[in-house]
């Protein structure tokens, strides 16, 4: 089953999820994409609105000067729970001295922003989604004297941006999949990608420790390389099916003392759109301000990504059941919106897909709200067709009328301007 893969990304770089700050090179957005103004655009992320709440006085963070610093204040000021936690071991950051396998970078998430600690780092790693700026990168100064917030537009575009600033890129989130060695180093590139949704299970998450259960189903999680025998022979099954992490490291540093399997999931799935959502958000800002108008056929081209991303079509069946260990679960489930009879985008399903009804959660995001007017108008129209069965386009056909007839009553009650014409 574990054949020796042809290698996926030629002379593939390291891969930085989320790292720090300075960079002598600088990319600029301004030619390629002036109807955005990505650089000196004003910020309207969660992160911006806290840190504004912050100087204002009106939330205080607290420090803790012998353990996490900021990080405990600051996640629950963010409103990210804890049960998020995912542990990273693989050196895929610039802040790669810190980070081996007893010693992973701890992820945090919800819907709209990623915080990263790593013990002994002098700052806190932030992604977020800006409503209308896309992804955007910060760091958080670990200085018990004064909250720092500095906005990084150097080093993490070297690699957060999808085509490296060679032409047409756009700033995007990363998730990777490496093998690597109890130091964090990486040791093959024949199995190094960048994952997402459509990603096979036994590709997903290497360099990552993962707690909960899959069943029958491989990962590469929990694999660390101390011998180069194995890679000779994948054997992943012995790595999978982890309730707790205590074989592999001291998890009391962290928050959390797991890795969760549904938090990886979801996130995974909130990657993938929210990088979709930047694209339409850039190509289509771009063209209205050079053309002063973007069409309607053009508009179609640029939301069919998405649109395929926001009804997970081409989401890897599950053949097993997943279930996590940490509440994630049960907490991202709580947070609703639900339709009159209590049915929410976010139930899950995890036996066979993520979730129970195809729709992504982010429907409701800040991004989609914030998409020009010319954009939005003929994303819901596309919407409304799709679940109405009125599509001729191949692949919407295979959403089943049960899902999309519940679909399109959890809208109705939860978000009804996307059947306002």
Not at 206 to 212: E, R
């Amino acid at each position: 089953m574990h054949e020796k893969l042809l290698t996926i990304l030629l002379c593939l770089c390291i891969i930085p999820v989320f790292p720090a700050t300075g960079y002598a090179q600088v990319f600029s957005y301004a030619e390629a994409y002036p109807g955005v103004n990505y650089e000196s655009g004003l910020l309207t992320d969660r992160v911006t609105r806290l840190i504004a709440e912050i100087e204002e006085g009106k939330i205080a963070l607290e420090f803790d000067a012998q353990g996490r610093g900021y990080l405990d204040s600051f996640l629950a000021a963010l409103e990210i729970d804890p049960s998020s936690q995912s542990l990273v071991f693989s050196k895929t950051a610039l802040k790669t001295r810190f980070v081996t396998a007893v010693t992973p970078r701890a992820l945090y998430f919800n819907d709209d922003t990623y915080i990263a600690f790593i013990q002994n780092s002098r700052s806190l790693e932030i992604a977020t989604m800006d409503p209308n700026l896309g992804p955007v990168f910060m760091v958080l100064a670990q200085d018990p004297e004064e909250i720092s917030v500095e906005r990084e537009l150097n080093r993490c575009l070297r690699c957060h941006d999808s085509y490296s600033m060679t032409g047409g890129g756009v700033p995007r989130f990363l998730l990777s999949s490496v093998l690597a060695d109890p130091d964090g180093e990486i040791v093959t590139h024949e199995i190094s990608i960048m994952t997402d949704t459509s990603t096979r299970l036994d590709r997903r998450w290497g360099g990552f420790y993962v707690t909960g259960s899959h069943g029958s189903q491989e990962i590469m999680g929990n694999f660390v390389i101390d011998d180069l025998d194995k890679l000779r022979n994948l054997n992943l099954a012995v790595n999978g099916n982890k309730a707790d992490l205590s074989e592999y490291l001291d998890t009391s540093p962290y928050i959390s003392g797991g890795s969760d399997i549904v938090a990886l999931m979801v996130m995974e799935h909130q990657v993938e759109v929210q990088n979709r959502i930047s694209r339409v958000n850039f190509e289509s800002r771009t063209r209205i301000h050079q053309q002063g108008v973007i069409t309607e056929l053009e508009v179609e081209a640029l939301i069919q990504p998405l649109l395929e991303s926001l009804f997970m079509l081409n989401e890897v069946s599950l053949t097993d059941e997943v279930a996590g260990t940490s509440g994630f679960a049960e907490y991202f489930q709580s947070l609703g919106p639900e339709d009159k009879m209590g049915r929410s985008l976010r139930e899950f399903d995890l036996q066979t897909r993520i979730f129970k009804y195809p729709l992504s959660y982010l429907i409701y995001s800040e991004a989609i709200d914030a998409l020009p007017n010319a954009v939005k108008n003929v994303l819901y129209r596309r919407i409304r067709q799709i679940l109405a069965g009125a599509t001729q386009v191949e692949i919407f056909t295979s959403l089943e009328e049960d899902d999309r007839s519940a679909i399109a009553a959890i809208l109705q009650d939860t978000k009804p301007e996307i059947f306002q014409e």
